[in-house]
Nanobody, 119 residues
Framework: QLQASGGGLVQAGGSLRLSCAAS????????MGWFRQAPGKQRELVAR???????TYADSAQGRFNISRDLDKNTVTLEMNSLQHEDTAVYYC???????????????WGQGTQVTVSS
């Protein structure tokens, strides 16, 4: 189970922090990260970090957002700076798990949290 927190309303140029915690003992974690979905648009990757600590950022997030992960607590945090109106969306925590006998990774999703950036 993924429990997300953070989000809210912020003015353009401001900052927000999103946190997500995965409960229970989880084996085979491939990555944890954040996706977002704006009205009328598809869900897209914002940032994720692999079990080895390697981060990936969407071009729109590069240089403004920072993702970090606590391996002991199975939490992932997204620090968002210099927020823009275009960052307004519902943000979803994602956990990708490699399960034995199954190709690829299985994706688990947290409840969405709204981020609204006023211009």
């Amino acid at each position: 189970q993924l429990q997300a927190s953070g989000g809210g309303l912020v003015q353009a140029g401001g900052s927000l922090r999103l946190s997500c915690a995965a409960s229970g003992r989880i084996f085979g974690i491939n990555s944890m990260g954040w996706f977002r979905q704006a009205p009328g648009k598809q869900r897209e990757l914002v940032a994720r970090v692999t079990s080895y600590g390697s981060p990936t950022y969407a071009d729109s997030a590069q240089g403004r957002f920072n993702i970090s992960r606590d391996l002991d607590k199975n939490t992932v945090t997204l620090e968002m700076n210099s927020l823009q109106h275009e960052d307004t969306a519902v943000y979803y925590c994602n956990l990708a798990v490699d399960e034995p006998g199954r190709p690829g990774s299985v994706n688990y999703w947290g409840q969405g949290t709204q981020v609204t950036v006023s211009s």
